[in-house]
């Protein structure tokens, strides 16, 4: 993916209005940003990110830490400005191995890049909290004070395998904005989650003020993948993959494999201190979402049809009716996706780094 087809599918095929890059700290993309802004294809916005045609651009960065004792986490850092992105470039290469991949451990502590972040006018988000891959419950701690500062901490991002329903047993999390972001390795799974967020227009500053819930802005909705379709949703053991319960002693009884890939509807379990169903009143609602590409009877040709006949993703997943679904694709894939869209399909959990599956039958109950 160059970051030219990243806009491009962000902003013609999937409608999306602002998207951040997590590779932006690589000198490759930035000066490939350069040139779309020396010919003013982008163009940076006065109050942070850059515009490219109907997307706003921000830069960011994903980053790997292990603090002394603790597994390693994942943390998203963005910037307002390519020359602050830059200047962040920089500092990781004297932190770092290979600046030019993403994902790359730093030889930092939290703090140090809370407070680096800080000074640069930057924002630190945990990346997807849960996941036993790499997420900071999941690999590296039980409470947010363990390994950063809470209070330079505004929003953390849920990942694919947990909803808000899961998230908002953790108490301490109450206060923290969530965001449901695509985690995408590839064009078609860009939007796969997304938010609908108050702002006055879309730039850097508008979306900190969104994530400290300031001045009237926030979070309104967020759009998540079902959590069962998750890669990390339910303990599995990683041979067979075979689904296993949570009381289990870490050995799968079906294949007698010891490396079982704890669930993050288990870790969630373990953490909760509160039961399901309370939220803080500015907590949005969460609408679960099945993609295009993982309903049953949806092929890349059938997707074309509808892209061509509705435009975006959005407007087939939750605004086309199924008289229109079906002039174009049939009455059969039309009916899935409606029924996809209401929640009516089974689905089978994934786990251990596989993905789950959308069953063509309804779910019972």
Not at 277 to 286: A, E, I, Q, S, T
Request: aromatic content about 6%.
């Amino acid at each position: 993916m160059t970051l030219t087809r990243i806009l491009e599918e962000a902003s013609e095929r999937k409608g999306m209005e602002m998207i951040g890059i997590i590779d932006a700290h690589a000198p490759e993309v930035q000066e490939e940003l350069a040139e779309l802004m020396e010919r003013r294809q982008a163009v940076p916005h006065p109050l942070g990110g850059i515009a490219y045609k109907q997307t706003m651009l921000l830069l960011g960065c994903e980053v790997e830490i292990k603090e002394p004792g603790r597994g390693e986490a994942h943390f998203l850092c963005y910037l307002p400005t390519l020359d602050k992105m830059s200047r962040f470039t920089r500092w990781l290469s004297a932190r770092c191995k290979n600046v030019n991949l993403s994902s790359q451990r730093i030889a930092a502590g939290l703090h140090e890049l809370q407070e680096y972040l800080a000074s640069q006018e930057g924002i630190l988000i945990p990346a997807h909290i849960f996941t036993p891959h790499k997420g900071l419950y999941g690999s590296c701690a039980d409470r947010l004070a363990d390994v950063l500062d809470p209070a330079l901490v505004n929003a953390v991002e849920l990942g694919l395998s947990a909803n808000t329903e899961m998230a908002d047993r953790l108490s301490e999390l109450h206060d923290k904005t969530f965001v449901t972001n695509s985690d995408a390795h590839s064009l078609s799974k860009i939007g796969r989650e997304y938010q609908a967020i108050r702002m006055a227009e879309p730039c850097f500053e508008e979306w900190r003020k969104a994530l400290q819930r300031a001045d009237g802005r926030g979070v309104a909705a967020n759009y998540g993948l079902h959590p069962r379709l998750g890669k990390y949703h339910q303990t599995t053991c990683q041979s067979c993959h075979a689904p296993l319960p949570v009381e289990g002693d870490g050995r799968c009884p079906h294949c007698g494999y010891k490396a079982v890939v704890r669930g993050v509807a288990e870790r969630v379990e373990q953490l909760a201190d509160l039961p399901a169903g309370v939220h803080p009143p500015h907590r949005p609602p969460y609408v679960e979402q099945i993609p295009l590409e993982f309903i049953p009877g949806v092929g890349r040709k059938t997707r074309e049809k509808l892209y061509q006949a509705f435009g975006t993703e959005m407007n087939i997943l939750h605004r086309t009716d199924e008289e229109q679904l079906a002039s174009i694709v049939g009455e059969a894939a039309a009916r899935t996706i409606i029924l996809a869209r209401a929640g009516k399909l089974a689905i089978s959990a994934g786990g251990a780094g596989t993905y789950g599956r959308v069953q063509t039958c309804e779910k019972r109950g």
